[in-house]
Structure formats: structure tokens, C-alpha cells
């Protein structure tokens, strides 16, 4: 609806409001004070704002005269009698609802289109007669926004604030005098039963210069118009027309121009009651329905400017619209038309026919002047004004042309007995607050000593406090187990879990230290953790916090219902366990606390997911990186990364996947060794004589140093960390006591360690089993028959060449070693476990090898040595050859 209503009439009013004298910023009083006993300017105190600066209480003080003079009173008697240091906002604001945001901080609060309410810091404390209520949808979409910050209502002034039509006192007494018509009330101004217009100027001596032309006001708006003709029907008074689209536009029916006629008097100009309103037509609408309802003879025009509205109804006895509390019409003592008690539903529908609801007049004030000043708030809710009172101050103001100050100043002189109940006793404290001693600024127990009030501290809640004197608060610390984070508490809190207050203070409750848990409120003392555990930060909340200590680790279910506390146990070799360490962050790899807090298998061990905390000792430490649980190196696989995966073999780093070569090349390797025992029997077995020869000399020779380099391999096998470029030297050398599983001998015999090993151990017997073959197979040519001597002779040859190789080979199955989680391992082939079915079969296999292969051999060589001399003097020189190529 494009018409004003009444509470956005006094907006665009509050604009133009008149300033003149009353609006000056100097006090005004002959002698500076109002009273004679007035504080001293020197002795004035400033507030201290939250950002400890020292400011005065700023005014904003707005333009209309009833916010001049009852402002000017709240000033005195802050200044005066409470003794602040006040200072005035030289803005003025145009409305009521620019004192919301001024009380808010906003940096631009006066300019409609951006209030620049990014940046806020409150620099005014209060404005006085506001009628910021008549903007509640806007009050309360800020609220939401700036809910902590909004600023608060100090008070109703003690008159609401009226809008509607007026009629001069002089229409009035002559009504009353000369008929005794009571003349303000609508069913009196009835042209049916009553003549009302023979009181009032006659509408055609109205000079329309001081008129705006309809066509310029609102009375052409279209949908005040459209309104008024649905609720009345009046369709003489509302001219319609259609376009060529159907769609109809309605405008108000004005015969001359410049005014609108109800259709009480429409047919007789001169039975109309003139009814002047401003501002481009306030309240037409509600001006229009109201005379079609109560048949009332109005004849209604718009003063052409401001000026002509404040002159026009003075000039002339007319009817007008205005809104109390104002001066622009005091002093004609004008009587507000009495019509039905408002009725919120009719208005809501746009039915204007009952009286405008009265707006509410109040103090506004920032948020934060109840904990600087509480006593000018106490000020502010107690001061009540009247009508008549507001009215007689205004009037001063204007027929004696006065300041605002002396207006206030002779109504508070005339008037002690009214306002002195205002003023707030100093120690009478409100709940937030306690007794407060500014000589020695701090709080106190006792109204004696104390000067004021002022809203407890942090650390402090006000307690309820009754004396001879009468009720009060005070400020008191929070006791032991409870804390108040805030300023103004009524109550302290329970200390939050997590923390604890052993003694009552004001400090805040302290977070448990390390250590240390508290899963209970209002604690005096913080609970202890299990021992072995800890926390990792301060003010731990339950014992599930509690973790353990460096060098353990926690291996309870963490997701367990039942869990209660962490099961700490140290941590074994192999494992790296800094604080809080748990078993899922182990097999996880990582810890909900960061990297410093995560378990790790050490470089050179091995763990299973199954067991993560029972550890492996590895060989190396390529093949056993560390890391997480049933991680292995080089592709390696089992426990602990003992053997590579089925056709691959150990390189020198990896598990290097087998080719064609590597099994072809070991078969080769397996012909050209038996080949080459056969070759043995026929260059290692010359004829026995007193004096080497070169052949047998060259023999010797060579089987000391396949003895040598049999005895360097098996110093290679020590589990020690050679240097690099011996590490090389001794690998290749292992190929002469037989470790030849580097040399892709996998690829062959099978992952299988145990097979494997009985290959190794069979070895030796198929190979003298290859000779005695070798043996009877050339009997079938008597030609190529092979000596019985040399036979033996080159298997003896065999056996003493092999027999540091069948030494070390025969005792693998016999050397374990320990694990940190207490089994054991054979040292070779690490997969294997000492005392299992495979370490069995293998102990089996390397005992036979040690007892008839070894120790045989060394006994058989060592009994033919011992009987030697008795079968050279037998003659038997077949045992003494024999006995010589063993030895």
C-alpha cells in the first residue's frame, strides 16, 4: 500500500523536526548548574568502557521537542546529582531507528543506505524519548544479527505516543458552550444528527495557495485509493478507470483539486469540516475510511509544504492531523478525536475504521552502561513522565523562549518531591552487582564502607545481602570446585570436567596436569591415572585419556564397552613404543596423535598382524625393514621374511624371479661335478713313490686351498655386519661350504627349506654313490675296469676335500637362535622354528650326516692311520695306499 501510515509519517516528521533554539548544545543556566548543591564540574566522574578508556555519557539527543526537554531533565540530574561528566552527540538523528544503530556502534548509523555496522564501537549511552518500538520488524531482524550487542530499553517515558486526528480547542469550547456537544468524539461529528461544520472554518475561505493540488499528493495513490473504495463502496469518491487491457486504476475524487470531499457533505461545500494533514498526505487511508464509516463531513487537504502545515490550522479552525507528545500545536490545546478502541484484526486487513494502537515511548541505552553505570540505569527506569508535564516544559520552552536546560531546570525546581524518588540509593545494589568502595577500589561486605555498586567481576557472583539498611548484594569469590567466566553472575559454575578448585577464589578452575583426569564436575582435586599411564595434554576429561608411558604400549580393545583404562605393557626388543602408544596405531601405521606418537617395528624385526607385539629377530635389515606389522623387504615372505616367494630366488637385495638359465644352469652344474669326480679317479691317482711328484704336489696344493677357502666361507656365515666389499668376497665364497641358496639354488630344489637341506646332505652320499656306479660299470669292459685302490683312493680324496663342507652342513640343523618373544629360530633358514616337524626332519638329516659322515669319516681315517704300519707289515699295501690318499 503506497500511502503513509502513522509510524512512518513520524519518520519522514523525525527528519524535518524543528530544531530552533531548543535544539543548541549549550546549557542555557545563568550560573552553569540547575541546582545550588549541584557536584562540582571537577569532582564529575567518566565511565570506563570494557576497553578500559575513560569516556563521559554521551547523549544522542534527538530533534523533536519532547525528547529536548525530558533529555535535558535525565542530563541534569546525571550530571548534577549522580555526578557524571555528560557530553552531547552534535549529530541529530532523523529517526528513532538511527539511534538503534548508533547504540549498536555502527560507523554510519545516520545514513540510511549503509550503516556501516561492520566496524562497530558504541560511542553514545543513551537517547531519551524514543520510539524505536514503531520499527519492530527491523529491531528485530537486527536482534538476530547483533543478539549479544543490541541495545536495551531503560525504561518506558510514562506517555505513549499518539497519531490521528486533532481538533482545536476553540471548535471544541464552542461546541460545548453552545450545545454542549462533546465535538472530539467521531459520533459526534454524525452529519445525520449533528452540524458540526458550523464550528469550523467554512471549507471555500480556505486559501488553496497554501494546499497542494491532489494530482500532487496522495490522494492519486492508486492503492489508497483502491482500499478505500473496498471498504466504503463510496464510488463517488473514487474516481476508476479501465485500461485496454481490463486492468482498472483508482485515484480519489477531488471536484476542486484540492480537496477531497467525504460523502457526508460531497453535495454542500459548505457543510464540510476542513481536515489538513502533511507531508504529501499522512494518513489518507485511515483519514478516508473513517469519515465513510462514521458519516463525518470532512473535507480533506494537504498542506503544500511543512511550513504551511504547521501554519494552516492556526490560520484556520480546522481539524489536523498530529501525534502527542509535540509543540508545533501546543498552545492551541488541541483535543485528539476519539474513535473506536484500536482493533489489531481490522488493521491487519486493512479496515482503518478504529483508533491507531499508541506507540511506545521509551529510553533506550547501549548494553554495556548497566555494568559502567548501573546507577543511571536504576535513574532511567525509575524517571516517569507525564503528558501535562512533558507539555508544561514544552510550552515554556516555546511561549517563553527558553533553552531546553532552563525548561528542564524550572520543571525540576517546581517538582522535587517527584523526582527525588528517582534518584538511586548508591549502595542499593541490583543481582549482578555488589557494594563497592571507590576510596579503596575494591568490593566489600559492608554498606558502611561501601560508595556504590558495580558488577561483579570474572571470578565473582552477587549474592543476595540484608542488613538494617534493607536488601542489597555483594560480591563474593567463587567457591573451591566452581568458577564465573563472566561479569554480572548471579551463581558460579560447576568446574567443567577436566578441571579442578581446591580453594575458593577468583581464578578459574585448572586443568589437570599431566597425568592426571577429572570426569566429574565441581571437582576440587584432579584423579590420578592408572600407574604406568599418562596424558598427553592437560585437562584430560575421562581415564580413557590416560595412555602409557614412553618405552610401553596399551594392548586393551579400544573399542571395547568394558574398557575402562589402558593395559600397558612394556614394550620388547624390537619395538618402538613412545608415549600413547596402542596396538591399533601399530598396525595402523599411524596415531590419531601425529607421527611422535606412533609404535613402530624396529629396522631388523618382524611382527604378525595376528600378534603385532610378539617379535621376530631377522637376519638383516633389508630383509626386515621395520615399520608395520608383517612388513618384509625385498619381497621376501613367512616368519620372519625368512624365504622368497616360489620361483624367485634371494639376489643381493631382492627376491630376483627365476629363469630358464638359472635351472638349466644348475643341472649343468650337477653333470660337470659328477663329469668331474670321474676325472678325479683317473689325474689325482698316480703310482706311489719315495719322492713327489709334480701331480701329486699339484694335488696337495690345490686341496689345501679348497680347504682354505672352505674355512673362509664358513667365516662369512658369522651373523656379523661385514663391510660392504667383504660382505661380496664372502658371499662368493660360500659356494665352497655349500651355502649356495644366493646362487638361485631355489630355483631348482623348490622354495621348501627343508628340502633343500636334505638335498644338500644327500649330496654327499650320491656322490660316492656316483663312484662305486661309476666302478662297476666299467668291470663290463675289463679294458676300462676300474682299480679297486683308486677307487677308494678318490672317494677318500672326496670325503677329506668335502669334509669341512659336511662339517658345517651337518650342524645348520643345530644352531638356533632366540627370538624376543621366545622361540627360536634356526639361523639358516630362519622360517624354520626349532623343535618343529621341519626343524626335526632336518635335525635327522644333518645328525646322520655328522655321525656317518663326519665322525665316521674322521674315525675310519683315523683307525687307518693307526694301522697303517701293521699292513705295510702284512704287505697289505692296497690299505697302506688307501690309508695314504685319506690322509
Same mark, same amino acid.
Not at 568490593?443 to 567481576?457: G, S, V
Not at 635351472?663 to 689325474?683: A, D, R
Given at each position: ?467 538494617? !539498611?534493607? #536488601? $542489597?548484594?555483594? &560480591?563474593?569469590? +567463587?567457591?573451591? =570446585?566452581?568458577? @564465573?567466566?563472566?561479569? %554480572? /553472575?548471579?551463581? *558460579? ?9 581446591? !580453594?575458593? #577464589? $577468583?581464578?578459574? &578452575?585448572?586443568? +589437570?596436569?599431566? =597425568?592426571?583426569? @577429572?570426569?566429574?564436575? %565441581? /571437582?576440587?582435586? *584432579? ?18 585419556? +590416560? ?341
Amino acid at each position: 500500500m503506497n500511502t503513509f501510515s502513522p509510524r512512518v509519517g513520524l519518520t519522514v516528521l523525525f527528519a524535518f523536526a524543528f530544531l530552533g533554539p531548543s535544539a543548541g548544545q549549550e546549557n542555557g543556566l545563568p550560573n552553569g548548574t540547575c541546582f545550588e548543591d549541584a557536584i562540582k564540574e571537577e569532582l564529575r566522574k567518566n565511565l570506563t568502557n570494557m576497553e578500559g578508556e575513560s569516556v563521559p555519557v554521551t547523549f544522542l539527543l534527538a530533534g523533536w521537542s519532547s525528547a529536548q526537554v525530558t533529555s535535558s531533565v535525565i542530563e541534569i540530574l546525571i550530571s548534577e546529582i549522580l555526578g557524571y561528566v555528560i557530553a552531547l552527540e552534535p549529530r541529530v538523528p532523523a529517526s528513532s531507528l538511527d539511534s538503534v544503530y548508533s547504540m549498536l556502534g555502527c560507523a554510519t548509523w545516520w545514513n540510511s543506505t549503509s550503516r556501516g555496522c561492520e566496524t562497530r564501537k558504541a560511542k553514545h549511552h543513551m537517547m531519551i524519548d524514543s520510539w524505536y518500538r514503531s520499527f519492530s520488524h527491523v529491531i528485530n531482524s537486527l536482534a538476530e544479527i547483533y543478539m549479544e550487542e543490541m541495545p536495551i530499553n531503560a525504561g518506558d517515558m510514562g506517555y505513549p505516543g499518539e497519531t490521528g486526528g486533532y481538533l482545536p480547542a476553540a471548535a471544541v469550547n464552542e461546541a460545548r458552550n453552545a450545545s454542549g456537544l462533546a465535538l472530539e468524539y467521531y459520533a459526534n461529528l454524525d452529519a445525520s444528527w449533528f452540524t458540526p461544520w458550523q464550528y469550523f472554518t467554512n471549507v471555500a475561505t480556505v486559501n488553496t495557495s497554501d494546499l497542494m493540488t491532489c494530482s500532487d499528493s496522495l490522494l492519486t495513490d492508486n492503492s489508497s485509493a483502491y482500499h478505500y473504495f473496498a471498504k466504503s463502496g463510496d464510488a463517488g469518491g473514487v474516481d476508476i478507470t479501465t485500461d485496454g487491457e481490463g486492468v482498472k486504476t483508482y485515484k480519489y475524487v477531488c471536484q476542486d483539486g484540492y480537496f477531497w470531499l467525504s460523502s457526508a457533505c460531497r453535495s454542500d461545500l459548505t457543510k464540510c469540516v476542513p481536515f489538513i494533514t502533511g507531508g504529501g498526505g499522512w494518513d489518507v487511508l485511515t483519514t478516508t475510511q473513517q469519515a465513510a464509516a462514521y458519516n463525518m463531513p470532512l473535507a480533506l487537504g494537504v498542506a503544500a509544504t511543512w511550513s504551511k502545515f504547521l501554519e494552516v490550522p492556526k490560520k484556520y479552525k480546522t481539524m489536523f492531523y498530529w501525534w502527542t507528545p509535540d509543540s508545533a500545536f501546543l498552545e492551541m490545546q488541541p483535543s485528539k478525536l476519539v474513535l473506536p478502541p484500536f482493533n489489531a484484526y481490522a488493521w491487519s486487513q486493512s479496515d482503518y475504521t478504529t483508533a491507531a494502537s499508541a506507540i511506545p515511548v521509551a529510553k533506550i541505552a547501549t548494553k554495556d552502561l548497566q555494568a559502567m553505570a548501573p546507577d543511571i540505569i536504576k535513574l532511567l527506569e525509575a524517571s516517569l513522565f507525564d503528558l501535562e508535564a512533558v507539555d508544561s516544559m514544552m510550552l515554556n520552552m516555546k511561549s517563553n523562549s527558553v533553552t531546553r536546560e532552563q525548561a528542564a531546570c524550572d520543571w525540576l525546581k517546581g517538582n522535587t518531591d517527584r523526582w527525588k524518588s528517582w534518584i538511586p540509593k548508591a549502595t542499593k545494589c541490583n543481582p549482578g552487582f555488589g557494594l563497592y568502595d571507590d576510596a579503596t577500589d575494591t568490593f566489600t561486605a559492608e554498606r558502611a564502607t561501601a560508595t556504590t555498586c558495580r558488577a561483579c567481576l570474572p571470578g565473582m557472583f552477587s549474592k543476595a545481602f540484608m542488613d538494617d !539498611d534493607g #536488601s $542489597t548484594y555483594i &560480591c563474593e569469590a +567463587c567457591p573451591a =570446585g566452581q568458577q @564465573q567466566l563472566g561479569a %554480572g /553472575a548471579m551463581d *558460579c559454575d560447576a568446574c567443567p570436567a577436566g578441571t579442578a578448585k581446591a !580453594d575458593q #577464589s $577468583t581464578e578459574e &578452575c585448572a586443568p +589437570c596436569a599431566a =597425568g592426571e583426569y @577429572q570426569d566429574e564436575k %565441581g /571437582a576440587l582435586q *584432579c584423579k590420578m591415572c592408572p600407574p604406568g599411564t599418562t596424558t598427553m595434554i592437560l585437562g584430560m576429561k575421562s581415564i580413557s585419556g +590416560c595412555g602409557c608411558q614412553a618405552g610401553s604400549i596399551d594392548v586393551s580393545d579400544l573399542n571395547s564397552p568394558d574398557r575402562l583404562a589402558a593395559n600397558c605393557i612394556d614394550c620388547s626388543e624390537g619395538l618402538t613404543c613412545p608415549m600413547m602408544s596402542t596396538v591399533p596405531a601399530l598396525l595402523a601405521g599411524s596415531s590419531p596423535n601425529g607421527a611422535a606418537f606412533t609404535p613402530v617395528v624396529k629396522s631388523g624385526y618382524f611382527s604378525l598382524e595376528s600378534e603385532p607385539i610378539g617379535m621376530f629377530k631377522c637376519q638383516s635389515t633389508v630383509q626386515c625393514p621395520g615399520g608395520e606389522p608383517n612388513t618384509c623387504g625385498g619381497g621376501r615372505k613367512g616368519v620372519p621374511c625368512g624365504e622368497c616367494p616360489p620361483n624367485t630366488y634371494w639376489g643381493s637385495s631382492k627376491c630376483t624371479e627365476c629363469s630358464a638359465w638359472s635351472v638349466i644352469g644348475w643341472i649343468l652344474s650337477l653333470i660337470l661335478v659328477f663329469v668331474g669326480l670321474v676325472l678325479v679317479y683317473y689325474f689325482m691317482n698316480a703310482p706311489m713313490t719315495a719322492k713327489a711328484s709334480t701331480l701329486v704336489s699339484t694335488t696337495c696344493a690345490i686341496g689345501m686351498m679348497i680347504n682354505m677357502l672352505q674355512s673362509l666361507g664358513i667365516v662369512g656365515t658369522v651373523t656379523v655386519e661385514w663391510p660392504v666389499n667383504i660382505n661380496g668376497i664372502f658371499k662368493w665364497l660360500q659356494v665352497f661350504t655349500f651355502d649356495i641358496d644366493g646362487f638361485a639354488f631355489s630355483c631348482l630344489a623348490g622354495e621348501n627349506p627343508v628340502t633343500r637341506y636334505i638335498g644338500l646332505v644327500l649330496f654327499f652320499p650320491a656322490c660316492l654313490l656316483w663312484l662305486q656306479f661309476c666302478g662297476l660299470i666299467s668291470k663290463v669292459n675289463p679294458k676300462w675296469a676300474w682299480d679297486k685302490i683308486k677307487l677308494r683312493s678318490t672317494m677318500g680324496q672326496f670325503l677329506q676335500v668335502a669334509f669341512s663342507t659336511m662339517s658345517s652342513t651337518a650342524l645348520v640343523p643345530m644352531i638356533c637362535y632366540k627370538h624376543p618373544n621366545g622361540q627360536r629360530s634356526n639361523l639358516k633358514y630362519p622360517n624354520v622354528f626349532c623343535g618343529s616337524d621341519e626343524h626335526t626332519a632336518m635335525v635327522i638329516a644333518g645328525s646322520l650326516m655328522l655321525v656317518l659322515g663326519v665322525c665316521g669319516f674322521w674315525a675310519f681315517a683315523a683307525w687307518l692311520a693307526y694301522m697303517c704300519p701293521k699292513f705295510s707289515a702284512r704287505g697289505r699295501y692296497d690299505l697302506v695306499q688307501s690309508a695314504w690318499s685319506m690322509d
